[in-house]
């Protein structure tokens, strides 16, 4: 951790008012060792009759604390990585010169030297600003099992709504929109839907622009957390297609900003101009039916496909 705060953009910069990733996941991961290691301890050595137990109340405590650190610090340090600074990061601080040699002044050799003064210390010039997302303001949530109960609960009614034929409550639409750029809410809204669940709720915006964009935007915050791979895509769709809801549904994916891992699986599917080319119904009326031998959108996997980088394992409460 010491090596990692030295190399950091906090320890290059003394002016650094964001967020490490690198050295924030470094913290989190002590702090997990650190709880497990309490937890394991009392766990293992229980106070014999008669002893004091303080001593293992306020290790208990500590334990507590550490968990209840880790939901905000892992709420921080998903924002960061969400919506990482669009400059590229902090720029180190650039190299002092060094002092120049002192001269000597007239005389015998060993003389005196005149004092020189020594160089002004240079702040670092930025050409970008530090990335701020995660040290400040967290959004409507104190930390991330809040967020995830807020997102377990909306994903519930929107579950609720589409299989009854009902329209998905107004509340959920004005949180969806208030956490669409949220890491912890989205993440688990889609991954409690699914790729089915998320093709309903593209079928109850009823081709409404503004929530459909609000669709595309979660949906982007998540793929960045959420694995949505070709795998998902083609269940997405292939429910849309069921809903009669395809050209909305191949517009949010289309035009989502999606994680670098996503975005290379959209490709594979070939969707780009789909939206153009599908002479479609408006949503909710029956997709068109395709004769047989007529070309249809390839979905098929090319021969040699991209290799999709693997992104780092999250769970989803």
């Known amino acids: 951790m010491t090596a990692q705060m030295r190399t950091g953009p906090a320890a290059r910069d003394p002016d650094f008012r964001g967020i490490d990733p690198p050295a924030l996941a470094q913290v989190i991961k002590q702090l997990r060792d650190a ?7 009392l766990n293992g050595h229980r106070p014999p009759a008669g002893v004091s137990q303080a001593g293992y109340r306020q290790a208990d405590q500590v334990a507590h604390w550490v968990s209840g650190q880790l939901g905000m610090l892992e709420r921080r340090y998903n924002f960061a990585v969400s919506h990482p600074d669009p400059g590229g990061g902090v720029d180190a601080p650039p190299v002092p010169r060094p002092a120049p040699a002192p001269k000597r002044t007239g005389g015998t050799p060993g003389g005196t030297p005149r004092p020189v003064r020594p160089p002004g210390r240079t702040s670092p010039v930025h050409k970008v600003a530090p990335t701020p997302h995660g040290a400040g303001d967290l959004g409507g949530y104190p930390d991330r099992p809040a967020a995830q109960k807020a997102a377990r609960a909306d994903a519930l009614a929107v579950a609720a709504a589409v299989r009854g034929g009902k329209a998905v409550p107004d509340a959920v639409w004005k949180r969806l929109k208030a956490d669409a750029g949220d890491p912890d809410y989205t993440e688990t809204l889609y991954a409690r839907l699914g790729p089915e ?3 309903g709720l593209v079928g109850a915006a009823h081709g409404d622009a503004a929530r459909l964009k609000v669709i595309q935007e979660s949906l982007g915050t998540s793929s960045r957390h959420l694995t949505i791979d070709v795998k998902w895509l083609r269940a997405f769709l292939a429910e849309a ?8 549904a191949v517009r949010v994916v289309t035009e989502a ?19 153009h080319a599908e002479a479609a119904p408006p949503d909710g009326q029956a997709a068109p039916h395709h004769p047989a031998g007529t070309q249809q959108h390839p979905t098929s996997t090319p021969q040699h ?9 999250s769970t989803v409460a």
Not at 241 to 248: C, E, K, M, N, T
Not at 305 to 312: G, V
Request: charged share 20%; hydrophobic share 35%; no cysteine.
């Open 35 to 41: 709880q497990a290691a309490i937890s394991g301890w």
């Open 197 to 199: 669940g998320a093709a």
């Open 241 to 248: 297609d069921r809903a009669g809801v395809r050209p909305s």
């Open 257 to 275: 900003d999606l994680s670098a891992r996503t975005r290379e699986a959209v490709a594979r599917l070939h969707l780009d101009g789909t939206v």
């Open 305 to 313: 496909p991209t290799s999709i980088p693997k992104s780092t394992p």
